[in-house]
């Protein structure tokens, strides 16, 4: 009787082993409270209480950004958000004195080496520097026009609506643009990936993530006449079909609605704005990004209202 036939190992290929060997590495790694080879001795308020029980901070929704402008930011007006900043050594003499300000006020922070970043952040482009910080997420439309009708009155602002827009580097570049022309607040969806910002927004925004507030949309008719109610003109912007931007005499009270990068805008949400506005071309190209188009958008907002000096 012949012996049954053996199968040979299958043997690997040196990509195939170098992914599961990075599979591995992930599955033991603790991101968290890593330990460094290197400490300073800024992180004594991060001890657990007595019992074993975490203190009730670390119970905080909190999200972790990376990006050097990102994280810088912060200080100083947000720096009571950080809650833990790890940067590798050769980024502690550029931050020395907002470092000392964190062991002031007891905000812990670890020099950590370009393994543990990368780790931290899934990613190689963390520019040297990561921070946990807490994130009190978006606030309700109904809360915010609240609060808007403390303002002055006759304060030109634009809000801007993101409807359906997912990649996070074009959120992260509208949301700089936005920032640098002074764009009141973010209206976002449930699905939004701003409702739970990720370290590759907060980086490619490099700050404009916390120069606005997020705002909670719900129901989306709904929302549209609050917003009119509260005297904002609604605009949808559209790559064809529509007004022109240079044209059109825009309001001092605008919400610029911006559709899903490929898909568009929603037809039920174009159709109920009350403009649709489109940016004239030479034709050689199709369209704009979404995020250079916004950037359109928000300067011709600007020449007509400027930013109170």
């Known amino acids: 009787m012949k012996k049954p036939r053996r199968t040979p190992p299958r043997r690997l290929s040196a990509e195939l082993r170098e992914r599961r060997a990075e599979a591995r590495e992930s599955s033991r790694a603790k991101p968290e409270f ?6 300073p001795r800024a992180d004594q308020g991060t001890s657990r209480r007595r019992g074993g029980h ?82 009190e997420g978006p606030v309700s439309l109904e809360a915010y026009l609240a609060d808007l009708e403390g303002t002055k009155s006759a304060e030109p602002r634009a809000l801007l609506w993101l409807d359906g827009v997912m990649n996070p580097h074009n959120l992260g570049a509208i949301l700089r643009s936005a920032a640098h022309f002074g764009v009141g607040g973010v209206l976002i969806g449930e699905d939004s990936p701003l409702n739970r910002p990720s370290g590759a ?41 529509g007004e022109s931007l240079f044209d059109v005499d825009l309001p001092s009270r ?17 159709a109920a704005a009350d403009r649709r506005l489109t ?9 704009l990004n979404v995020s250079a188009a916004m950037a359109v958008f928000f300067a011709a907002f600007r020449a007509k209202h400027p930013v109170a000096s």
């Open 34 to 39: 890593i330990e460094p080879t290197k400490t």
């Open 54 to 135: 975490e203190p009730e901070r670390l119970r905080e929704r909190r999200i972790r950004i990376h990006g050097f402008n990102a994280v810088l930011a912060l200080f100083p007006s947000e720096i009571d958000r950080l809650r833990r900043l790890y940067l590798k050594s050769e980024r502690a003499h550029a931050l020395g004195p907002r470092l000392r300000e964190l062991a002031r006020r007891n905000i812990a922070y670890r020099i950590v080496g370009e393994d543990d970043l990368r780790r931290l952040t899934g990613t190689e482009h963390h520019q040297g520097i990561a921070a946990d910080l807490v994130d």
């Open 201 to 241: 927004i907060a980086r490619v925004a490099e700050g404009g993530l916390f120069a606005m507030p997020r705002i909670a949309l719900g129901d989306r008719l709904k929302a549209m006449e609050q917003l009119r109610s509260a005297g904002f003109a609604i605009l949808a912007t559209v790559v064809e079909g």
């Open 254 to 270: 605008i919400v610029f609605i911006l559709g899903a990068e490929g898909a568009g805008m929603d037809e039920d949400l174009r």
């Open 279 to 287: 940016i004239p071309g030479s034709g050689a190209v199709e369209s």
